[in-house]
Nanobody, 126 residues
């Protein structure tokens, strides 16, 4: 069982940066690939980024590639999403997620995660 708590959302202007954080419970954090997803009003929840268990491999949605960066600290049970050059279309609720234990980050692009955080709102004004 993994519990995830996001923080760092807020209201920013287009072009600004924001850093989301996710704190995970438990002593098995390093055995889970981690990811971020987002859901805009009236739309489905979409994949944003994923990171492998050791942090060595990352994947991004095309819409955020080059602007967002995912990282993790296994010693602190945390995962972060650095978001730069934010656009109004990035407005959404952002969710931290943990994949199935001992699986790959790549799988998070297509398979539903095992655990979800409660979400944090990011609003980008034009």
């Amino acid at each position: 069982q993994v519990q995830l708590v996001e923080s760092g959302g807020g209201l920013v202007q287009a072009g600004d940066s924001l850093r989301l954080s996710c704190a995970a419970s438990g002593r098995t954090f390093s055995t889970y690939p981690m990811g971020w997803f987002r859901q805009a009003p009236g739309k489905e929840r979409d994949f944003v980024a994923a990171i492998s268990r050791d942090g060595g491999t990352t994947y991004y949605a095309d819409s955020v590639k080059g602007r967002f960066s995912i990282s993790r600290d296994n010693a602190k049970n945390t995962v972060h999403l650095q978001m730069n050059s934010l656009k109004p279309e990035d407005t959404a609720v952002y969710y931290c997620a943990a994949g199935a234990r001992f699986t790959t980050a790549q799988a998070m692009r297509t398979m539903s995660p095992n655990y979800w955080g409660q979400g944090t709102q990011v609003t980008v004004s034009s």
